[in-house]
Protein backbone atom coordinates (compact mmCIF):
# COMPACT_ATOMS: atom_id res chain seq x y z
CA UNK A 1 0.00 0.00 0.00
CA UNK A 2 2.94 2.58 -0.68
CA UNK A 3 0.75 4.12 -3.84
CA UNK A 4 -0.32 7.59 -2.89
CA UNK A 5 -2.77 9.10 -5.09
CA UNK A 6 -2.81 12.51 -6.29
CA UNK A 7 -3.06 15.34 -4.41
CA UNK A 8 -6.76 16.83 -6.38
CA UNK A 9 -9.32 15.54 -8.54
CA UNK A 10 -7.90 16.69 -11.56
CA UNK A 11 -5.06 14.21 -11.63
CA UNK A 12 -6.90 10.99 -10.66
CA UNK A 13 -5.85 7.82 -12.41
CA UNK A 14 -8.60 7.29 -15.42
CA UNK A 15 -9.47 3.80 -15.57
CA UNK A 16 -9.34 2.11 -19.27
CA UNK A 17 -8.48 5.81 -20.67
CA UNK A 18 -11.86 7.15 -19.89
CA UNK A 19 -11.58 10.21 -19.26
CA UNK A 20 -15.27 11.09 -20.38
CA UNK A 21 -16.62 14.87 -20.00
CA UNK A 22 -19.10 14.64 -17.24
CA UNK A 23 -17.04 11.89 -15.51
CA UNK A 24 -13.25 13.02 -15.20
CA UNK A 25 -13.76 16.92 -14.51
CA UNK A 26 -14.45 17.06 -11.00
CA UNK A 27 -13.12 21.03 -10.15
CA UNK A 28 -13.73 22.17 -7.20
CA UNK A 29 -16.92 22.84 -5.11
CA UNK A 30 -18.38 20.26 -7.86
CA UNK A 31 -18.68 17.80 -5.22
CA UNK A 32 -21.48 19.36 -3.17
CA UNK A 33 -24.07 20.77 -5.44
CA UNK A 34 -27.21 21.92 -3.35
CA UNK A 35 -29.90 19.24 -3.91
CA UNK A 36 -32.97 20.31 -5.94
CA UNK A 37 -36.81 19.75 -5.26
CA UNK A 38 -38.01 16.42 -5.96
CA UNK A 39 -37.50 15.69 -9.70
CA UNK A 40 -41.05 15.07 -11.52
CA UNK A 41 -39.44 12.02 -12.96
CA UNK A 42 -38.55 8.90 -10.67
CA UNK A 43 -35.20 6.69 -11.03
CA UNK A 44 -36.61 2.99 -10.13
CA UNK A 45 -35.54 1.65 -6.77
CA UNK A 46 -33.21 -1.35 -7.57
CA UNK A 47 -33.79 -4.46 -6.90
CA UNK A 48 -33.41 -4.34 -3.40
CA UNK A 49 -33.14 -6.61 -0.79
CA UNK A 50 -33.93 -5.38 2.58
CA UNK A 51 -32.64 -5.94 5.85
CA UNK A 52 -35.20 -8.21 6.87
CA UNK A 53 -34.47 -10.41 3.88
CA UNK A 54 -30.81 -11.02 5.31
CA UNK A 55 -32.57 -11.05 8.56
CA UNK A 56 -30.45 -8.00 10.46
CA UNK A 57 -29.97 -7.75 14.10
CA UNK A 58 -31.72 -4.78 15.56
CA UNK A 59 -29.52 -1.72 16.44
CA UNK A 60 -28.78 -1.38 20.02
CA UNK A 61 -29.63 2.43 19.64
CA UNK A 62 -31.94 4.28 17.51
CA UNK A 63 -30.40 5.51 14.11
CA UNK A 64 -30.34 8.84 13.40
CA UNK A 65 -31.83 10.43 10.66
CA UNK A 66 -31.08 14.05 9.58
CA UNK A 67 -33.49 16.81 7.65
CA UNK A 68 -30.66 17.35 5.67
CA UNK A 69 -29.78 15.56 2.61
CA UNK A 70 -26.35 14.00 1.69
CA UNK A 71 -24.13 15.98 -0.52
CA UNK A 72 -21.82 13.21 -1.40
CA UNK A 73 -22.09 9.60 -2.50
CA UNK A 74 -19.04 7.25 -1.39
CA UNK A 75 -17.75 4.39 -3.07
CA UNK A 76 -16.47 1.71 -0.57
CA UNK A 77 -14.48 -1.93 -1.08
CA UNK A 78 -15.51 -4.01 1.75
CA UNK A 79 -12.06 -5.29 1.83
CA UNK A 80 -13.09 -8.84 1.69
CA UNK A 81 -11.96 -11.55 -0.52
CA UNK A 82 -13.24 -11.76 -4.39
CA UNK A 83 -15.53 -14.57 -3.50
CA UNK A 84 -16.51 -16.39 -6.70
CA UNK A 85 -20.02 -16.95 -4.86
CA UNK A 86 -22.39 -14.79 -6.77
CA UNK A 87 -25.43 -15.85 -5.60
CA UNK A 88 -27.86 -14.55 -3.14
CA UNK A 89 -27.73 -16.63 -0.13
CA UNK A 90 -23.84 -15.35 -0.03
CA UNK A 91 -24.81 -11.71 -0.77
CA UNK A 92 -27.05 -11.85 2.58
CA UNK A 93 -24.64 -13.75 4.69
CA UNK A 94 -22.22 -11.26 3.53
CA UNK A 95 -24.75 -8.49 5.02
CA UNK A 96 -24.70 -10.68 8.42
CA UNK A 97 -21.14 -11.23 8.29
CA UNK A 98 -20.79 -7.18 8.06
CA UNK A 99 -23.18 -6.24 10.65
CA UNK A 100 -22.00 -8.45 13.43
CA UNK A 101 -18.15 -7.38 12.89
CA UNK A 102 -19.35 -3.42 12.96
CA UNK A 103 -21.47 -4.20 16.05
CA UNK A 104 -19.57 -6.76 17.96
CA UNK A 105 -15.84 -5.99 17.27
CA UNK A 106 -16.20 -2.35 16.43
CA UNK A 107 -18.62 -1.13 18.76
CA UNK A 108 -20.94 0.27 16.78
CA UNK A 109 -25.08 0.35 17.28
CA UNK A 110 -25.72 -1.49 13.60
CA UNK A 111 -24.44 -1.84 10.21
CA UNK A 112 -21.94 1.27 9.51
CA UNK A 113 -22.75 1.83 5.31
CA UNK A 114 -26.27 2.39 4.53
CA UNK A 115 -25.91 0.09 1.36
CA UNK A 116 -24.00 -2.90 0.48
CA UNK A 117 -23.60 -4.52 -3.49
CA UNK A 118 -22.13 -7.98 -3.79
CA UNK A 119 -19.70 -9.39 -6.13
CA UNK A 120 -23.21 -11.08 -8.11
CA UNK A 121 -24.60 -7.95 -8.16
CA UNK A 122 -27.26 -8.28 -5.18
CA UNK A 123 -28.16 -4.48 -3.36
CA UNK A 124 -28.62 -4.74 0.15
CA UNK A 125 -30.35 -2.22 2.36
CA UNK A 126 -27.51 -1.57 5.12
CA UNK A 127 -27.67 0.39 8.12
CA UNK A 128 -31.42 0.64 9.61
CA UNK A 129 -33.41 3.32 8.66
CA UNK A 130 -31.58 3.71 5.68
CA UNK A 131 -34.40 2.93 2.85
CA UNK A 132 -36.52 5.14 4.08
CA UNK A 133 -34.73 7.88 4.33
CA UNK A 134 -33.79 7.58 0.55
CA UNK A 135 -36.80 7.47 -0.26
CA UNK A 136 -37.78 10.62 1.48
CA UNK A 137 -34.92 12.21 0.65
CA UNK A 138 -33.49 12.78 4.13
CA UNK A 139 -29.91 11.28 5.41
CA UNK A 140 -29.62 8.70 8.04
CA UNK A 141 -26.27 8.57 9.60
CA UNK A 142 -23.76 5.89 9.34
CA UNK A 143 -20.42 4.86 10.03
CA UNK A 144 -18.58 4.67 7.05
CA UNK A 145 -16.31 7.97 6.29
CA UNK A 146 -14.53 9.98 8.98
CA UNK A 147 -15.63 13.54 9.82
CA UNK A 148 -18.27 13.31 6.91
CA UNK A 149 -20.64 11.07 7.90
CA UNK A 150 -23.22 13.48 8.58
CA UNK A 151 -23.36 14.39 4.87
CA UNK A 152 -22.57 11.18 2.90
CA UNK A 153 -24.43 7.96 2.36
CA UNK A 154 -21.90 4.78 1.65
CA UNK A 155 -22.32 2.19 -0.58
CA UNK A 156 -19.70 -0.76 0.29
CA UNK A 157 -19.19 -2.90 -2.60
CA UNK A 158 -17.85 -6.54 -1.79
CA UNK A 159 -14.38 -7.41 -2.54
CA UNK A 160 -10.60 -5.72 -2.69
CA UNK A 161 -10.02 -3.84 -5.72
CA UNK A 162 -6.48 -2.84 -5.41
CA UNK A 163 -5.46 -4.81 -8.08
CA UNK A 164 -8.48 -6.34 -9.71
CA UNK A 165 -11.56 -5.14 -11.50
CA UNK A 166 -14.99 -5.61 -9.72
CA UNK A 167 -17.41 -8.02 -11.34
CA UNK A 168 -19.33 -6.84 -14.41
CA UNK A 169 -22.44 -7.76 -12.34
CA UNK A 170 -21.29 -5.48 -9.35
CA UNK A 171 -20.69 -2.18 -11.96
CA UNK A 172 -23.93 -2.87 -13.90
CA UNK A 173 -25.81 -2.59 -10.12
CA UNK A 174 -23.40 -0.20 -8.62
CA UNK A 175 -24.34 2.34 -11.74
CA UNK A 176 -28.05 1.80 -11.35
CA UNK A 177 -27.63 2.51 -7.76
CA UNK A 178 -26.00 5.55 -8.14
CA UNK A 179 -28.19 6.77 -10.36
CA UNK A 180 -31.36 6.41 -8.15
CA UNK A 181 -29.73 8.17 -5.40
CA UNK A 182 -28.66 11.12 -7.42
CA UNK A 183 -31.98 11.34 -8.22
CA UNK A 184 -33.54 10.76 -5.27
CA UNK A 185 -31.15 13.39 -3.27
CA UNK A 186 -31.13 15.55 -6.14
CA UNK A 187 -27.22 15.21 -7.16
CA UNK A 188 -24.93 15.92 -10.30
CA UNK A 189 -23.31 12.84 -10.87
CA UNK A 190 -19.82 14.66 -9.73
CA UNK A 191 -21.13 14.03 -6.07
CA UNK A 192 -19.85 10.62 -6.66
CA UNK A 193 -16.14 10.07 -4.67
CA UNK A 194 -14.30 7.31 -3.14
CA UNK A 195 -13.95 7.04 0.70
CA UNK A 196 -10.01 7.95 0.17
CA UNK A 197 -11.14 11.36 -1.15
CA UNK A 198 -12.02 12.38 2.51
CA UNK A 199 -9.81 10.18 4.47
CA UNK A 200 -5.99 8.71 4.22
CA UNK A 201 -7.20 5.20 3.07
CA UNK A 202 -6.73 3.17 -0.09
CA UNK A 203 -10.17 2.62 0.12
CA UNK A 204 -12.22 1.59 -2.30
CA UNK A 205 -8.78 0.13 -4.26
CA UNK A 206 -6.77 1.52 -6.85
CA UNK A 207 -8.62 0.15 -9.33
CA UNK A 208 -12.32 0.63 -8.44
CA UNK A 209 -10.93 4.05 -7.56
CA UNK A 210 -9.67 4.91 -11.20
CA UNK A 211 -13.42 3.74 -12.14
CA UNK A 212 -15.08 6.33 -10.73
CA UNK A 213 -14.65 8.76 -13.85
CA UNK A 214 -16.98 5.97 -15.79
CA UNK A 215 -18.97 5.68 -13.07
CA UNK A 216 -19.83 9.08 -12.92
CA UNK A 217 -20.30 9.09 -16.79
CA UNK A 218 -22.62 5.91 -16.40
CA UNK A 219 -24.71 7.25 -14.22
CA UNK A 220 -25.12 10.59 -15.97
CA UNK A 221 -25.85 8.73 -18.87
CA UNK A 222 -29.27 6.89 -17.15
CA UNK A 223 -30.20 10.05 -15.45
CA UNK A 224 -30.34 11.76 -18.58
CA UNK A 225 -31.56 8.80 -20.90
CA UNK A 226 -34.79 9.04 -17.94
CA UNK A 227 -35.48 12.85 -18.61
CA UNK A 228 -34.10 13.38 -15.32
CA UNK A 229 -33.53 17.17 -14.25
CA UNK A 230 -29.88 17.10 -13.11
CA UNK A 231 -28.00 20.41 -10.77
CA UNK A 232 -25.05 22.00 -12.19
CA UNK A 233 -22.19 22.53 -10.62
CA UNK A 234 -21.64 24.96 -7.52
CA UNK A 235 -19.32 25.74 -4.84
CA UNK A 236 -18.89 23.97 -2.51
CA UNK A 237 -18.94 24.88 1.67
CA UNK A 238 -15.20 24.09 2.22
CA UNK A 239 -15.48 22.30 5.18
CA UNK A 240 -17.44 19.82 3.44
CA UNK A 241 -15.42 19.09 0.33
CA UNK A 242 -12.48 16.28 -0.47
CA UNK A 243 -9.36 17.08 1.59
CA UNK A 244 -8.25 14.00 -0.94
CA UNK A 245 -5.31 13.07 1.88
CA UNK A 246 -2.39 10.77 1.01
CA UNK A 247 -3.06 6.96 1.25
CA UNK A 248 -0.82 5.46 4.58
CA UNK A 249 2.07 3.47 3.68
CA UNK A 250 1.05 0.81 6.99
CA UNK A 251 -2.48 1.02 6.65
CA UNK A 252 -3.74 -2.28 8.30
CA UNK A 253 -4.78 -5.31 5.53
CA UNK A 254 -7.54 -7.42 7.04
CA UNK A 255 -11.20 -8.57 6.42
CA UNK A 256 -13.68 -5.60 6.31
CA UNK A 257 -10.84 -2.55 7.35
CA UNK A 258 -11.16 0.12 5.20
CA UNK A 259 -9.89 3.05 6.76
CA UNK A 260 -10.90 5.56 9.08
CA UNK A 261 -14.99 5.90 9.50
CA UNK A 262 -15.30 7.90 12.51
CA UNK A 263 -14.07 11.20 13.72
CA UNK A 264 -13.93 14.13 15.97
CA UNK A 265 -16.60 15.66 13.88
CA UNK A 266 -18.81 13.18 13.58
CA UNK A 267 -22.33 12.41 15.60
CA UNK A 268 -22.03 8.20 14.17
CA UNK A 269 -21.90 5.85 16.34
Given amino acids: MSHSPAPGPGRRTVFRGAALASGAAVLGGAFAAPPLQASPVRIAE ?19 VLATPPTNIVVHHTATANSDDHSL ?7 RSIQN ?3 DTQGWID ?14 EGRNRALPAIRE ?19 ENEGTYTGVEPTGA ?7 TLAWLCQAYGLNPDAIVGHRDFNATECPGEVLYGMLPELRNRTMGVLEAEGVQVPPHSQAD ?8 AVPDDEPDHTFHHGPVRGPDDISR
Fill in 46 to 64: PALHTRAAWNARTPSSPVQ
Fill in 89 to 95: EHALALS
Fill in 101 to 103: FHM
Fill in 111 to 124: VGQQLTISRGGHVM
Fill in 137 to 155: GSQCVGTHVANHNNTTIGI
Fill in 170 to 176: LIDALVE
Fill in 238 to 245: PDAAPTYP
